[in-house]
């Protein structure tokens, strides 16, 4: 896998996020792969509670000022960048003022999910594509992690299938425990059908839940990791019916696991 380009698009990574299993394996994974001669790039949204002075975030003019549509709405996008300490690794953030200002992540005070953590995802999985776009940086491994980052995959095979950058791009999503309890909003399967005009492809957003997200990111995925020893038991069950390699849980040989998983996916083996 030298020389090769992996995306990794993250929900979470540290060490700007707290320790959780999914913030250290999407930055594990990618400094691994970094540390083998692999070109990464890691995405990850700018929620408001990173410090920025702290990990020195600055924004990259020359990749903002673009509007992506939401729900039939211009919201302009804000690119930042940050290098993790010692490791040499670039982190773009996606940043819009309405959508990552406030001082939390997924939920308020009141622990209960943003109303908008639909439109945030669309807004990260366009925001992704686009500054890889203007990077023109052809990955030819995209590897996304948490729920978040889960619209990519379903963006990048049917809205954004004609563009060339990301033809020979094989997608891998991780597959966590974790995820969040009830439904995002109930019109989140109109909000992308603004953008796919497929209804079937839309299907599984009818009822936006963790597990539901999760296998619409499958259906759009070449591979699929497990990033945590158990997962829900619908997601095992509807993998059994989907025709996509799938690596199962590794936690002491992760580093060759993941690299020669990603070699295989890219020697078409």
């Not at 707290?18 to 250290?24: A, I, K, M, R």
């Not at 940043?95 to 953590?117: G, I, S």
């Amino acid at each position: 896998m030298k020389d090769k380009r992996i995306l990794f698009v993250s929900s979470e990574v540290v060490p700007y996020l707290p320790e959780t299993e999914l913030s250290s394996t999407s930055f594990n994974a990618a400094k691994n792969a970094h540390s083998k001669g692999v070109q990464t790039r890691i995405f990850m949204p700018r929620f408001g509670v990173i410090n920025e002075r702290r990990h020195q975030l600055h924004e990259v003019i020359r990749l903002s000022g673009m509007n992506l549509v939401v729900n039939d709405v211009d919201m302009p996008l804000i690119i930042k960048v940050a290098s993790i300490p010692k490791e040499r690794m670039q982190v773009y953030f996606i940043d819009n003022e309405e959508y990552f200002k406030r001082k939390a992540v997924f939920t308020d005070e009141d622990d209960q999910l943003f109303p908008d953590n639909d439109e945030r995802a669309i807004f990260f999985a366009k925001g992704v594509v686009e500054t890889v776009k203007k990077l023109n940086w052809a990955p030819d491994i995209i590897h996304v992690h948490g729920w978040m980052a889960s619209m990519l995959p379903i963006y990048l095979k049917e809205y954004y299938k004609e563009e060339p950058l990301f033809t020979e791009s094989k997608i891998v999503t991780s597959l966590y425990n974790g995820g969040f309890e009830g439904n995002l909003c109930e019109d989140f399967a109109k909000k992308v059908f603004f953008d796919i005009k497929d209804k079937k492809k839309v299907a599984h957003l009818e009822t936006p839940n963790y597990v539901n997200i999760l296998k619409c990111a499958i259906e759009n995925s070449d591979a699929v990791v497990h990033g945590s020893e158990t997962i829900p038991t619908e997601l095992s069950e509807f993998l059994k019916t989907q025709k996509v390699p799938v690596l199962g849980y590794e936690l002491e040989n992760q580093r060759d696991a993941y690299l020669e998983f990603y070699a295989d996916l890219v020697s078409g083996s």
